[in-house]
C-alpha cells in the first residue's frame, strides 16, 4: 500500500480466484488504516500491506493493483504473482496469570526431554488466577478454524479432578475461554476443543485448579505438569512440528499443590530441583528423583509459600508417629544431586515465607535451607530418648525475619543453627515446663562481619549436579537495625554467637558454654553461669542480667554505657576463677553477695569510664575472707550502698587480691536502682584506705541522717587520724540533688568529704 497515501485514496486490487473468476477489492484509507470492501477476500489493514486471504487467490496468477486519489489520478498498475497455497500453522502456548512479588509465578519443569522454567499457577480460591493456553494461527483464514488440545500431566494420562468440580473442595476448578474471542469446550476428561472465528488469529482457555480440602491424612499430591498437546484440527489448518520455547505442537505448564504437603517421614530431598517422588511418597520416603527422571514427579518446594509437615496431617493434627528428617534410605537415582552426597537429606523451601513443622527430630546428616522470606521452622523433638537435633544436622534459616522453635522438652539439641541475616526468633523448650532442655550445639543469630560470611563449608552455595544453580546464598551478616530474640528455656553447654544486630537473650537455666553478642545493644538475661562459660557482650550499651549464681565464669562487657545485674545472685562460690570486666565508657555493675571463700579468686573491673558500682549485700575485705576484688578503673567511678548494709573499704591480699580500689564517690542517697533511698548505711575506712583509693587521695561520700562513716573503722569514734576542717563543697549526688561537703584530712594527704547530711547528725565516727 502506499505510505503516502492520504485520506480518501483508494487502492484497487485485481485477482483471480480458484474457481478462474476475476475478483476486485478496493482499500479506501481512512483515519485508521484501509477499510477493505470486501474483508472476507482482503482483511482491513491498519499497516502499509494487504493480505489476501491464503485459500481465495489462485496460485501462479497474477494480482494487479492500482492506485487512485480524490480527483480521479491514478498510479500505474503494479503486479506481482501468488505464490502457491500454504496452509495456516496452529500451535499453542502458554502463560500464567498468577503472580509472587509482581512477577509471573514459574516452575522447573520437563519440556521436550529438557529442564526449563515454565509457567506456573497455584491451587487457590481465586477465579482469576490459573495457566492460559493460547492456541494461534500464523495467517487468519477466511474459515473457523477447530482445533482439539489434549491435557496430560507428563506420565500419559490427566486427571479429571484436578480442574472439575470436586465434592469437599475448597475451590473448584474450571476450564473454560480466556478472552471474549472464540469457543472453549471441555469434555470433562482431558480434551479441549477451541474454534478460532474466521479472520481472528488466535483463542484462549485457562485452566483454574481444583483446590482440595485439607484433610486429616498424610497427602504428598506435589507439582503437576499440565502438557497441553494439539492433537487434531480442521482441514484448513496444519500443525506446528516440533516445540520451541515451549510453545509449537504442545506447551507444559505446572500447577503447584496449595495446601501442604504431609509425610510420615522424610529419607531423602526436597529442594527446588530434586525431591522425594510423589508417587512413591505413601510407600517409599526416601526416594529422590529430578523433573527429568521417571517417574517424572519430583514433589518440589517453590519459590513461594511452601508448607511441609512431616508427623502432621495435611490439615496441620498432630499424629503418634515420630516422624523424622533423616537419611537411611535414599534409594531414588538422583539422591546426590542437590548436595553431592547420597548420605545427605537436603531440604531447601526457595524463597517465599514458608513453613516446615517436623514433629520427630533431625537425624545426622541432615541439613534445612530456609531461603529468602519470612520462614518458620519447628521441631517438635517428639522422641524425647533421642536428641532434638543430632551432631551434624543443620538448619540454615538464611535470609528474611525467620522464627525457628525447637518444642519438646527433655531433649538435648546438638545441631547447629544459623539464623542467617535478619530479625529472627529462636525458642527451645516452653514457658510451662522450664529448664528441662539444654543447646549443646551451635546457634548463631547472624555473626558474619562486614563483608565476610562465615558460614560453615557444609552450606553449599549451589547445587551439587553441575548447573550452578543457587542453593544457599545467605551471608549470615545481620543489619544494625535487626533484632534477634532467643529464649531457651533450660541450660546452654553449647555456643551462641551474634553479630552486629540487636540480640536479646534469655536462658532460663545454667550457661556453661559461652554467649558472644557482637557490637550493638543487647541483652542477655540467664539464671546461673558456671562451669568455665565466657560471656563477650562486644561494644554497644549492653545489659546482663544473672538471677541466681556467677563463679568460675568469665563476663566481658566490652566497650559502651553496660549494666551488669547481679544483684540477686552469689558471686564466685567455687574456689576457682570469676572475672567481670566492663571495659570503657560510663557502666553499672550491680552486686548481690560475694562469696567469703579460703580459696578461688573474684575479679570486678569496671574499666575506663565514669562508672557506678552498687553493694547491696556487706562487703568486708579486712577479715581475709577472699571477697573478691572490686576496681572501678580509669574515670571517676562511684561506690553505691543499697539496703542495710555495712562496707569496709580496707584492701590488700589475702590468697588473691581483693578489695575495693580506684573509687572517687561512696553515694548512699540511692539504692540499686540508682533511685532515693533512706536505708541506713555505714561505711569504714582508714587513712591508709583512702591513700591507696585513687590517685587523687581524695573521697566524696554522699548519705542522709541516717548513714554513719567510720573514719578509722574500728568503731571508737577517734576518727582514725582524720581532722575535721572547715572547708566545704558542694556537688550533685546520684539522688539528683545538690549536697555540702565538708572536709576530713590526715596528715598524709588523705582528703574525705562528708555529706553535711551525715555530719550534722553526728554521723562521722
Given at each position: ?222 507439582m503437576e505438569r499440565v502438557v497441553a498437546t494439539i492433537t487434531e484440527t480442521s482441514e484448513n489448518v496444519t500443525v506446528a512440528a516440533d516445540i520451541v520455547d515451549n510453545s509449537g505442537i504442545s506447551a507444559t505448564g505446572v ?20 525431591a522425594l517422588s510423589t508417587s512413591k511418597a505413601p510407600n517409599d520416603q526416601g526416594y529422590t528423583v529430578g523433573v527429568t527422571t521417571e517417574p517424572y514427579d519430583p514433589m518440589l518446594t517453590t519459590d513461594y509459600s511452601d ?124 514457658a510451662d515446663n522450664k529448664n528441662n532442655t539444654e543447646l549443646t550445639g551451635t546457634l548463631d543469630l547472624g555473626s558474619g562481619m562486614k563483608s565476610t560470611s562465615n558460614m560453615p563449608e557444609e552450606y553449599l552455595s549451589v ?303
Open positions: 500500500m502506499p505510505d503516502d497515501a492520504n485520506k480518501g485514496d483508494t487502492v484497487e486490487i485485481t485477482f483471480e480466484d480458484e474457481n478462474g473468476d476475476e475478483q476486485k477489492v478496493t482499500l479506501e484509507k481512512g483515519d485508521n488504516g484501509w477499510t477493505s470492501s470486501n474483508p472476507a477476500l482482503i482483511p482491513d489493514s491498519q499497516g502499509d500491506t494487504a493480505t489476501i486471504v491464503p485459500d481465495t487467490v489462485k496460485d501462479n496468477s497474477e494480482v494487479t493493483a492500482v492506485a487512485r486519489d480524490p480527483g480521479g489520478n491514478e498510479s500505474a498498475p503494479v503486479t506481482v504473482t501468488s505464490k502457491t497455497d500454504v496452509l495456516p500453522t496452529v500451535s499453542i502456548s502458554v502463560e500464567t496469570t498468577s503472580l509472587s512479588d509482581d512477577a509471573a509465578m514459574t516452575a522447573l519443569a520437563s519440556v521436550n526431554g529438557h529442564t526449563e522454567n515454565v509457567p506456573a499457577t497455584m491451587e487457590d480460591k481465586l477465579d482469576t488466577t490459573g495457566l492460559v493456553y493460547t492456541v494461534s494461527l500464523s495467517a487468519v483464514t477466511s474459515t473457523a478454524v477447530t482445533v482439539k488440545v489434549t491435557l496430560k500431566d507428563g506420565m500419559g494420562y490427566a486427571d479429571v479432578s484436578d480442574y472439575s468440580v470436586v465434592d469437599g473442595a475448597q475451590h473448584s476448578g474450571k476450564i473454560s475461554l480466556y478472552g471474549d474471542t472464540g469457543q472453549v469446550s471441555y469434555d470433562g476428561k482431558s480434551i479441549v476443543t477451541v474454534v478460532i472465528p474466521a479472520g481472528s488469529e488466535r483463542v484462549s482457555f485457562i485452566v483454574d485448579p481444583v483446590l482440595e480440602a485439607n484433610q486429616d491424612a498424610f497427602v504428598a499430591e506435589g500447577i503447584y499443590d496449595g495446601n501442604a504437603v504431609a509425610l510420615t517421614n522424610l529419607d531423602g530431598d526436597l529442594t527446588l530441583k530434586y508448607i511441609v509437615y512431616l508427623g502432621y496431617y495435611q490439615s496441620g493434627k498432630e499424629t503418634r508417629t515420630y516422624s523424622n528428617l533423616a537419611n537411611s534410605s535414599d534409594g531414588g537415582p538422583d539422591n546426590s544431586k542437590a548436595d553431592g552426597n547420597a548420605s545427605i537429606s537436603t531440604v531447601d523451601l526457595g524463597k517465599g515465607d514458608d513453613i516446615i513443622s517436623i514433629r520427630g527430630n533431625l537425624y545426622t546428616s541432615t541439613r534445612v535451607y530456609g531461603g529468602e522470606g519470612k520462614d518458620v521452622i519447628s521441631v517438635g523433638g517428639m522422641n524425647e530418648a533421642m536428641r532434638v537435633l543430632y551432631d551434624n544436622s543443620y538448619i540454615f534459616a538464611e535470609a528474611g525475619d525467620d522464627t525457628v522453635v525447637i518444642e519438646r522438652t527433655g531433649a538435648h539439641n546438638a545441631g547447629k543453627i544459623y539464623l542467617g541475616s535478619g530479625s529472627d526468633k529462636y525458642t527451645q523448650g516452653d547445587y551439587q549436579d553441575g548447573t550452578d544453580t543457587s542453593l544457599g546464598n545467605d551471608t549470615n551478616i545481620d543489619a544494625e537495625s535487626d533484632t534477634n530474640t532467643v529464649e531457651i528455656y533450660g541450660s546452654v553447654s553449647g555456643t551462641i554467637s551474634g553479630g552486629y544486630g540487636i540480640d536479646n537473650i534469655t536462658i532460663t537455666k545454667n550457661l556453661t558454654g559461652s554467649v558472644s553478642t557482637g557490637d550493638n545493644t543487647d541483652t542477655l538475661t540467664v539464671n546461673s553461669v558456671y562451669g568455665g562459660a565466657t560471656v563477650n557482650m562486644g561494644a554497644g550499651d549492653d545489659t546482663v542480667i544473672v538471677h541466681d549464681a556467677l563463679y568460675n565464669a568469665t563476663i566481658s562487657m566490652g566497650d559502651g554505657d553496660d549494666t551488669l545485674d547481679l544483684t540477686t545472685a552469689s558471686l564466685g562460690k567455687s574456689a576457682t576463677t570469676t572475672s567481670v570486666r566492663a571495659g570503657e565508657n560510663d557502666d553499672v555493675i550491680k552486686l548481690g553477695d560475694i562469696s567469703t571463700l579460703s580459696t578461688g579468686k573474684t575479679e570486678i573491673d569496671a574499666g575506663a569510664g565514669d562508672d557506678v558500682i552498687v553493694l547491696t549485700k556487706d562487703y568486708d575485705s579486712g577479715k581475709g575472707l577472699n571477697q573478691g576484688y572490686i576496681n572501678g578503673g580509669d574515670g571517676s567511678d562511684t561506690l553505691v550502698l543499697s539496703g542495710n548494709i555495712t562496707v569496709r573499704l580496707t584492701s590488700g591480699k589475702y590468697l588473691s587480691e581483693e578489695g575495693i580500689t580506684n573509687i572517687e564517690k561512696i553515694d548512699m542517697t540511692t539504692g540499686k536502682d540508682l533511685m532515693p533511698e533512706d536505708a541506713p548505711q555505714t561505711v569504714k575506712l582508714s587513712v591508709s584506705d583512702v591513700i591507696g583509693m585513687n590517685e587523687s587521695t581524695t573521697l566524696y561520700i554522699s548519705g542522709d541522717a541516717s548513714d554513719k562513716v567510720d573514719l578509722g573503722s574500728d568503731d571508737t569514734k577517734s576518727l582514725g587520724g582524720f581532722t575535721k576542717q572547715a572547708q566545704t563543697t558542694t556537688s550533685l549526688a546520684l539522688d539528683g540533688t545538690e549536697h555540702t561537703y565538708t572536709l576530713y584530712s590526715s596528715d598524709s594527704g588523705a582528703q574525705v568529704y562528708i555529706d553535711d547530711n551525715i555530719v550534722n547528725a553526728n554521723g562521722v565516727i
